[in-house]
């Protein structure tokens, strides 16, 4: 044996021995019990990994709720950042003898703002200033006139020198003849149009390089049933009209810096949804039908319609300063909303119906019309 080699022979031979045991235990407990098919490894297998995929989506869902939380905080917050300085910003309201725009001069004018308030009658201009201080200042403004339109632009001009014009709301309106679209000709429709929406372009297209020199505000109030045809007669298609100026007008106006907002209200008790009013409109019209229109109508169907809209009087909203602050919001926020949808009938009834699909809009409001005598009579 050569030097060295007894040293190692001894533990060699013993890992040989180990090894070759090793092997045999092996073989016997095979033997004893042999391998599971491998189907139980691989469900086990996708349930490890379906643990640490739900782990996961528990993670994603835990932080895209965290997310979701950060960004309503802020989105609230960005909604409630205000402008400075307002009382050296001059703003102009038009429809301010009563409703929505008396209430929003009276407001403004309290808040600061140089506020210049048209009015269509000079009584209205003389009790509004008796109730306003001595900044508020008014003028006489008849819409549907281009000329009257001109002038007062021009007067206003003078008024706000270079500071510009900051704030324009757009509220004056008219309801029109409510009624029945065959009980209507050509020239029921043409008011409400005319002021409701002719008279609003006038007014912005005239006032609009003042408004663009402060980098300023256009309001326009339109409606519910600028979203919806809720009665018939030219109101709605003048508001449905209402609507697209206002988007057209917003994204041209982008560029050069004037934010553009729609206020959508929904029914409030003010002059312009006066009922006796309305019901004078529409027994005048009845009287001039023609006796096969009356035939299919009914001689009752004023009283039946005037009964299903006093069961609606008590959904309207009797508080007019939800709309001034959705005007007080588009004039004072540093990021001003597009549209705000103001009462509560509004938010919660008439925007998500009119998201709804035409049948659902049908069948909800044909159950508010009062029931025709004979629609077949010839």
């Known amino acids: 044996m050569p030097e060295g080699r007894g040293h190692y022979a001894c533990p060699i031979t013993s890992l040989t021995l180990l090894v070759s045991l090793t092997r045999v235990t092996l073989d016997i407990l095979q033997e004893l019990d ?39 905080f802020l989105w609230t917050r960005k909604g409630k950042l205000k402008i400075a300085d307002i009382t050296d910003k001059y703003i102009f309201i038009t429809g301010c003898d009563s409703g929505f725009g008396n209430l929003a001069a009276r407001t403004f004018d309290k808040k600061g703002f140089h506020v210049i308030a048209a009015c269509l009658t000079e009584s209205g201009s003389t009790a509004l200033k008796a109730e306003t201080s001595e900044r508020l200042r ?13 002038r007062t632009a021009q007067w206003v001009k003078n008024q706000v020198g270079e500071k510009g014009l900051w704030g324009l709301i757009n509220n004056a309106g008219v309801p029109g003849v409510l009624a029945p679209t065959d009980w209507l000709t050509l020239e029921d429709y043409r008011e409400p149009i005319e002021v409701n929406l002719f008279g609003l372009i006038s007014v912005t297209l005239n006032m609009l390089p003042l408004v663009k020199k402060a980098q300023g505000r256009v309001i326009n109030v339109s409606s519910v049933g600028g979203r919806l045809a809720i009665v018939g007669g030219g109101y709605t298609p003048s508001k449905y009209a209402v ?8 994204r041209d106006m982008k560029a050069f810096g004037v934010h553009v907002s729609c206020i959508e209200p929904g029914l409030f008790k003010t002059n312009l949804a006066d009922p006796v009013q309305a019901t004078e409109k529409k027994l005048a019209i009845w009287k001039q039908l023609s006796p096969d229109i009356k035939q299919q109508y009914g001689e009752g169907y004023i009283e039946k319609s005037l009964d299903k809209l006093k069961g609606n ?34 938010k919660i009834f008439w925007i998500p119906l ?25």
């Open 138 to 150: 008014t003028v006489l403004l008849d819409v549907t006139d281009p000329e009257n339109v001109k």
């Open 243 to 250: 609507e697209g100026f206002n988007d057209s007008l917003r």
């Open 34 to 72: 042999p391998p599971q098919p491998a189907h139980w490894r691989h469900h086990l297998l996708l349930l490890y990994k379906k643990g640490v995929y739900l782990s996961h989506t528990g993670k994603m869902l835990f932080w895209v709720l965290g997310l979701l939380i950060l960004c309503g």
């Open 313 to 346: 009087k008590s959904y309207a909203n009797t508080d007019l300063s939800p709309v001034v602050e959705c005007m007080d919001h588009a004039l004072t926020s540093v990021f001003p909303k597009t549209h705000y949808a103001a009462g509560k009938d509004a």
């Open 354 to 378: 009119s998201h709804m699909p035409a049948v659902l809009q049908d069948f909800l409001l044909l159950k508010q019309k009062a029931e025709l005598a004979n629609p077949k009579a010839v």
